[in-house]
T-cell receptor
C-alpha cells in the first residue's frame, strides 16, 4: 500500500539554524512527492514537489530531493527564519487521485 | 482568485444535530475531497469525488455524507453530530488527470460538537 512517515515533532530551532525534516514513503510504482506547509489558522499550501526520481523541488529556500533508492524526500533549509514557524506535511500521490499525508511536523523558530 | 472556498469557518453543534459544510471551487477541478485534521493524526480522507455524480469513501467515512451535483460544489453533511466529530475540516481539489497536479486546500472549517 501507500503511506508516508515523517519525523515526530515538535521541532524548535533558533533563527538561522539548519533545518531537516525527515520523510520516508512506501508506495508501489512511481509516486509524486510533495511538501505542504500550514501556517497557524490557515489551510495547507504547496511548498514544493518532485515528480520523478532524483528530481529536486525547491521554493522559498526549502529543498527536497526525491530519492527512490532510500524511498525518502527529506525537507531542508539552510537558514530558518521566525516566519518559517508552521506545520509541515509530507505527502505522496500515486496512480489515481488519492493523496497520502504524513502526520505533520510542527516547527517553531525562536529569535 | 477565490480557489477553494469553505463555509462556515466556525460552527458549534449539539450532539445529534445535523449540518452541512459547504465547499466550492472555481478552478474547474474534477477531483474534490474532504479531510479532517486532528492533533497527532495528520489529515484523514473522509470522502472524495472524481467528477460530478461520482463519489467514494475515504479512510473515515462513517457519519458523513457527500454529493456532487456540479463540478464546482462538494458539500459534506453530518447527519447526527457526535463529539468524536469535533475537528478541523478541509476541502481540497485538484485537476483530475495526472499525478503531478497539486492539491489545493480551503482555509478550513472548525467544528465543535458539544
Amino acid at each position: 500500500g501507500n503511506s508516508v512517515t515523517q519525523m515526530e515533532g515538535p521541532v524548535t530551532l533558533s533563527e538561522e539554524a539548519f533545518l531537516t525534516i525527515n520523510c520516508t514513503y512506501t508506495a508501489t510504482g512511481y509516486p509524486s512527492l510533495f511538501w505542504y506547509v500550514q501556517y497557524p489558522g490557515e489551510g495547507l499550501q504547496l511548498l514544493l514537489k518532485a515528480t520523478k526520481a532524483d528530481d529536486k523541488g525547491s521554493n522559498k529556500g526549502f529543498e527536497a530531493t526525491y530519492r527512490k533508492e532510500t524511498t525518502s524526500f527529506h525537507l531542508e533549509k539552510g537558514s530558518v527564519q521566525v516566519s518559517d514557524s508552521a506545520v509541515y506535511f509530507c505527502a505522496l500521490v500515486n496512480t489515481g487521485n488519492q493523496f497520502y499525508f504524513g502526520t505533520g511536523t510542527s516547527l517553531t523558530v525562536i529569535p | 482568485n477565490a480557489g477553494v472556498t469553505q463555509t462556515p469557518k466556525f460552527q458549534v453543534l449539539k450532539t445529534g444535530q445535523s449540518m452541512t459544510l459547504q465547499c466550492a471551487q472555481d478552478m474547474n477541478h474534477e477531483y474534490m475531497s474532504w479531510y479532517r485534521q486532528d492533533p497527532g493524526m495528520g489529515l484523514r480522507l473522509i470522502h472524495y469525488s472524481v467528477g460530478a455524480g461520482i463519489t467514494d469513501q475515504g479512510e473515515v467515512p462513517n457519519g458523513y455524507n457527500v454529493s456532487r451535483s456540479t463540478t464546482e460544489d462538494f458539500p459534506l453533511r453530518l447527519l447526527s453530530a457526535a463529539p468524536s466529530q469535533t475537528s478541523v475540516y478541509f476541502c481540497a481539489s485538484r485537476p483530475g488527470r495526472g499525478q503531478s497536479g497539486e492539491l489545493f486546500f480551503g482555509e478550513g472549517s472548525r467544528l465543535t460538537v458539544l
